[in-house]
Nanobody
């Protein structure tokens, strides 16, 4: 069973960038499809980006966000650029243990393990 811990959140001005990191322990990130979601106050959790188990497929809903994986550090990162106040939310890392190696899924129900989240606040 993998344990996920997010870091890198904080307060940033509109137009700025942040890089979130998700550290895995108990298993390797290459054993899972990995994704980032976010949940703003009063809203549903939404999919942002994912990378497949074999690393050959990525998916994202916003071109400002880029997901990557570091096998040596056993981490998954989310680079976020040109941030807007509406990007303010809690950001979560998640792992999908059952998807086919080359695929990713956008539905949160597909993900088996979740981190505790990291707060991102974008000021105007």
């Amino acid at each position: 069973q993998v344990r996920l811990v997010e870091s890198g959140g904080g307060l940033v001005q509109a137009g700025g960038s942040l890089r979130l990191s998700c550290a895995a322990s108990g298993d390797t990130v290459s054993s899972y499809a990995m994704a980032w979601f976010r949940q703003a106050r009063g809203k549903e959790r939404e999919f942002l980006a994912a990378i497949s188990r074999n690393g050959r497929t990525t998916d994202h809903t916003d071109s400002r966000f880029t997901i990557s994986r570091d096998y040596t550090k056993n981490t998954v990162s989310l680079q976020m650029n040109s941030l807007k106040p509406e990007d303010t939310a809690v950001y979560y890392c998640a792992a999908d243990a059952t998807v086919y190696s080359g695929l990713v899924r956008q539905t949160q129900e597909a993900y088996d393990y979740w981190g505790q989240g990291t707060q991102v606040t974008v000021s105007s």
